[in-house]
């Protein structure tokens, strides 16, 4: 059985006639509602016209009603072109962009330490790693003692310039299968062979065989790691690899101080162009970037083994550079990381998972 329309249902039926025939081109006559709807309503006393007709409604007595905006994301945390309005058009600073944006939060600088990153397209695959100019790879493994845990540099011929590591499993157990090289192509440059440590670290060495700090940020490209990712293309990431055997499958992760870390990263997640707008004001936008991205990257602890991960399911991080773009980073984010050096977004002591989009 049908329930008989109260007054409020007609009035929106007809309301919605009305839109339809204006979105329909229909011209502006009066919307009819059915004379047997308007007889059901009589019964219950609906202040509908005789015959079933509303009021007309002409289009140019609808209110103009107007909405601009641009930009995309999840709507979680720090608005990125929405930061960028408050900083170039204005005028607000980086705190009053971060102060607005998250709500119930303070800053605060702490020491930002080093950052571990999972290097997710190398996962279950064999690393070839290499550097340019001479310098050469070095890999160090654990040394077992418990009571002084140290690590020591496993011998490598002075022309392996490359390595190819590799994860095996075999019916007694796993070990790592490393096999000398020189470039991404991988080209032989000795016998291979095992280290059973259950995980290593990849440095770079001087053509002597000396340590090169990779932490330091003048480091060059040529002094920097390369992950090939084909005979002839590659990633070059500041600081060092670690290579971890995870239940049987290899995982690779980049360890580096977190604020060179950010250089591979704020320049991927905000234009840094944008610090050229609104007369240089558009800084402030990109060094709220550089403290949501620091803030996000210490609160995250995703594995034993990596606080975070390259791509869009943590925060983008590129590394410093690829053959097929060129140096990434750029100076004018290195300088907003530099100049928010240590900050973070901090509730009840705590860092913050500080999102943005």
């Not at 090939?228 to 990431?237: I, L, M, W």
Request: hydrophobic share 40%; net charge negative; charged share 15%.
């Amino acid at each position: 059985m049908s329930k008989p329309r109260t007054r409020r249902q007609v009035a929106l039926i007809g309301v919605l006639g009305i839109v339809a025939g204006l979105f329909a081109g229909a011209t502006p006559a009066a919307a009819q509602v059915s004379d047997a709807m308007a007889a059901e309503d009589e019964a219950g006393g609906a202040a509908v016209p005789a015959g079933g007709q509303i009021a007309e409604v002409s289009p140019q007595n609808v209110p103009a009603l107007s909405v601009s905006g641009y930009g995309w994301g999840h709507g979680r945390g720090l608005g990125q072109y929405g930061a960028l309005g408050y900083a170039t058009e204005q005028g607000w600073t980086r705190d009053q962009i971060l102060d607005h944006f998250y709500g119930q939060t303070t800053g605060a600088v702490v020491d930002s330490g080093t950052m571990s990153v999972r290097l997710m397209a190398q996962d279950g695959a064999p690393l070839i790693v290499a550097l340019a100019d001479a310098n050469r790879v070095g890999i160090l493994k654990p040394t077992g003692d418990p009571l002084n845990p140290s690590w020591v540099l496993e011998p490598m011929p002075a022309s392996a310039t490359a390595a190819r590591i590799t994860l095996t499993v075999g019916p007694f157990g796993t070990w790592w299968w490393v096999e000398p090289a020189t470039g991404c192509n991988a080209a032989p440059a000795g016998a291979g062979f095992p280290l059973f440590e259950g995980e290593l670290r990849v440095v770079a060495l001087d053509p002597a065989g000396n340590p090169i700090d990779g932490a330091h940020p003048d480091l060059t490209l040529q002094q920097s790691l390369q992950v090939c990712t084909g005979a002839t293309a590659s990633t070059t990431y500041r600081g060092e690899l670690k290579l971890v055997n995870d239940a049987g499958v290899q995982r690779t992760v980049n360890v580096l101080p977190t604020e060179l870390y950010l250089r591979g990263v704020v320049t991927r997640e905000m234009p840094s162009s944008w610090a050229d707008l609104g007369g240089g004001t558009g800084v402030h936008a990109l060094q709220a970037q550089a403290v949501a991205a620091r803030s996000y990257a210490l609160a995250q602890n995703r594995w034993s083994y990596a606080k975070t991960c390259d791509t869009t399911a943590c925060q983008v991080y590129g590394g410093r550079a690829t053959t097929a773009n060129g140096v990434r980073e750029d100076s004018r984010a290195n300088a907003a990381i530099d100049a928010t050096a240590g900050l973070v977004r901090l509730r009840n002591d705590q860092v913050v998972a500080t999102e943005f989009s």
